[in-house]
Each structure stands twice: as structure tokens, then as C-alpha cells.
């Protein structure tokens, strides 16, 4: 049994006022288990009954499964994300946000919000993810690199150095670093850590990133301020501070579809909660504003010098693309940028900005030999005519623990795509009858 603080329970019995021992009572339930699919690699073996409303392509699940042990997961087939976090969409969708539009995710990792940008938005649109934190931003490169998507940048470091380039974006999230009540029975450690000295931490961030994104937003462009807790602090007189610029405007949006969302009104600030008791879901508080200056026209910079053909002939073997792209070659790795984020890689290169994903990673030459990036191959536009090694389940999860059980291939020196059913899981190639396995060391499965 979850045991709340008393400060906790005040606080919000004050928010919630007589439903708060519905809430209580919420707080002792077994949380869901949720995952969204990605649109463009939709394949998995879950048997999908229940469907997250505010979302296309979330579902609930009866059980939770071993996700280490699913192909389709390695593969980047579907993520696992809280359902109320994933009301991000239904927000977006009510924004009119343009197919050219850059946006950008300013606290990324892990990467549930990321991806299902990419899922929802068109791969016209620009998708940029920044993490500060070093270790987070490792997990944030590889999430994105498995969901595949071509139109994404991934950048690591402080947030203040984004100033340098003078992008600015029609959309920004943050889902800010928080005191985490939301996440209190997923993850009951976070009870322990909650604290006033937590909270005031959490806003000194909160309000720092909130000031920092004042920069980045472009004049008519928005800010989607989220967080995982439910007081007033962190959520409505946090956006307060943005409103005190008479240029900056709170939004509303139309719940009718979710009756469950609860609505604050404070000054001429809107903050909108989900509780457990009202959404099948964790705590999840969001506002939306907008930079209500008149919007200026965006001058793109060249890119022509960072082109490099070299490599065309890689890309019509092995990438089923159409549109205009650039080749850029970044620490001795080739990545095929589409047009669209080739100016948004410039400024930030031009910035120093550290770039740890971009496009679509290609490969490398060591020597005269070509090896292809894993990022190719959980790309969603590799080709389908690629050499294939298909294997049953227990032979893809030795291959995910680089075993190399195999049966002898026919061809020696061709890369092979490993192929579990309808996923992409990495590279082989068979030298002297024997597969060598060059799936990366660290994201091999370590331990069952």
C-alpha cells in the first residue's frame, strides 16, 4: 500500500477538494500499461483491444511484457509510454501548426515525446530534440535512431549554447524536470524523494527553461509547458512568469473529447490536469502559450557547402527516398540529411553544437571497405530488396545477444539485413561461410 505524505495529502485535498478520496483511492490501483505504435513500422504480436482515446496509435495493454525479449521493440516498432503523456497529440492537433514548421523538444529524453512527433507530424516538418543531460542524451540517440525517422536532429549539452545559432522554432515542448507527484504509484521511489528543497529546485530550472524558450519561439509560434506533478507551483504560477510579457498569451483548447481533464484557471494563465481518478492514466499537467508577436519571415541559410555526392550510389542501393537530400559526413560517418533539416544542421554545426544524430546514418568507409550504420538499418526508408537473414524468435534474440547460431550463408561479403518477421534488427555479413554479427556493443541485450 502506498503511503502518501501529509503535506502531499494536504495539498491536495486543497486542489482537489471533495474528490480527493477519489483520488486517494486511485493512488492504491495497479497503474496501466500503455504503448504507442510507430505509424510507419506498425508490425508487432500484442493483441491491441483497447485504444488510448486522445491518441491514434496508443493502446493499453492487459499485461506488461518483457520488452527486452520482443524483437519488434528492438526494432523500434512501438514505445513504451504512459498513456497521459501521450495526450500531446491530441493538444497538437489542435494547433495549427504548418508542414514546414521546425519544432523543437528542449527536455527530450528518453524520447516518448520525440517519437510521437515524428509519428504525427509530416517528414516535411523539422524535428529537433535536445537533451543536457549526457548520460539521458545516449538513451534519447538510441530511441530515435530505432524509430527510424529521417526528419530528426539530436543535440546534447547546455541549453543556453541553443542561442548561438538564432533558430527559432514555430513549436516548442517542454516537459520540464519536476517534483514528479504524478509518477508517485508508477514509481513509489519518488515519493521519497519529494521534498519543499526538491520543488524549489524544480522551479528554479523550470523557470530558467521557460526563459530560454522565450528566445527560441518564433513570433506566432508556441510553447506546450508540460510536467508529471500537480501543484500550483510548478504548473500554474510557473507559466505566469512567461505571461507577465504582455506579448505572451495562455491558449485553450477544446476538452469536450476527454471529459476527464480538469481545468485551473489562475490570473489569465490555463493549466490543464489529468488525475488517476478522472483519465486512465499517470499525473500529467500541461498550458499551452503562444509568442503573440506578428510572425517574421524565417531567412534560410545555404547549405551548399556541407554537400558531398560521394556517396549516391550508397543511397540508391540501399534508400527508398525521393525527395532532395544533402550528404554530410560527421566524424568519419556519412548521414544522408533531407533538405528540410540540412539548414537546421548547419546552424547548429556552425554553432557548435554537439550533434549526436541526424537523418539517416549511412556508414563508413575503413580503408576501401564499406560498413553500414545500424541507424540504416532501422531506418523506416531502407529498401526492401536488401540481402535478408531471417530468423525465428530464439534466433533473433541471440542475435540481439551477439550470438552468431546461424546457418551457414550462401554468399560471402554481402551485408545482410537480420529480419525477424516484418522488423529490421541490424547488419550481418558472412565471411568464409561464417556470419559476423555487427549489431553495436551497446545496445546488445547484456543479461535475461
Partial sequence: MIQLPLP?????????????????????????????????????????????????????????????????????????????????????KQLPIDEDSKVLDLCAAPGGKTTLLCGLLPSSCTIHAH???????????????????????????????LLRTHIQYDLILIDAPCSGEGMFRKEPDAIKQWTGKKIDQCTTSQREILNLAKSLVK?????????????????????????????????????????????????????????????????????????????????????????????????????????????????????????????????LTQSQVKILFAGIPLGQFKGKDWFPNHGLAMSYLLKKNIPTLNLNKLEAIDYLRANNHFSAAINDDIWQIVHYQQANLGWV?????????????HIRIHSL
Fill in 8 to 92: 502531499f495529502i494536504s495539498q491536495m485535498q486543497d486542489i482537489l477538494g471533495a474528490e480527493y478520496e477519489d483520488f486517494a483511492a486511485s493512488m492504491q490501483e495497479k497503474p496501466p500499461i500503455s504503448i504507442r505504435l510507430n505509424p510507419n513500422k506498425p508490425e508487432h504480436e500484442f493483441d491491441l483491444q483497447n485504444p488510448i482515446p486522445w491518441t491514434k496509435m496508443g493502446y493499453y495493454l492487459d499485461t506488461k511484457p518483457i520488452f527486452t525479449l520482443d524483437p519488434y521493440f528492438h526494432a523500434g516498432h512501438y514505445y513504451a509510454q504512459e498513456s497521459s503523456s501521450m495526450m500531446l497529440e491530441y493538444i497538437i
Fill in 131 to 161: 537533451e543536457f543531460h549526457p548520460f539521458r542524451s545516449e538513451i534519447l540517440r538510441q530511441n530515435i535512431e530505432r524509430w527510424g525517422s529521417p526528419n530528426t536532429v539530436v543535440t546534447s549539452g547546455k541549453l543556453h549554447h
Fill in 219 to 347: 513570433p506566432g509560434g508556441y510553447i506546450i509547458y508540460s510536467t508529471c506533478t500537480y501543484n500550483t507551483l510548478e504548473n500554474e504560477e510557473m507559466i505566469q512568469e512567461v505571461l507577465k510579457d504582455p506579448n505572451y498569451k495562455s491558449i485553450s483548447i477544446n476538452t469536450d473529447a476527454i471529459s476527464g481533464i480538469k481545468i485551473f484557471e489562475y490570473n489569465q494563465g490555463l493549466t490543464y490536469k489529468c488525475f488517476p481518478h478522472r483519465v486512465k492514466g499517470e499525473g500529467f499537467s500541461f498550458s499551452i502559450l503562444q509568442n503573440m508577436m506578428s510572425p517574421i519571415e524565417d531567412k534560410k541559410l545555404t547549405t551548399r557547402d556541407l554537400v558531398n555526392h560521394d556517396q549516391n550510389d550508397i543511397v540508391q542501393t540501399y534508400i527508398d527516398i525521393s525527395d532532395p537530400y544533402h550528404i554530410i559526413k560527421n566524424h568519419e560517418h556519412d548521414w544522408l540529411l533531407p533538405v528540410p533539416i540540412s539548414d537546421l544542421y548547419f546552424r
Fill in 429 to 441: 555479413k558472412c565471411i568464409q561461410g561464417k556470419y559476423k554479427n555487427y549489431l553495436p556493443k
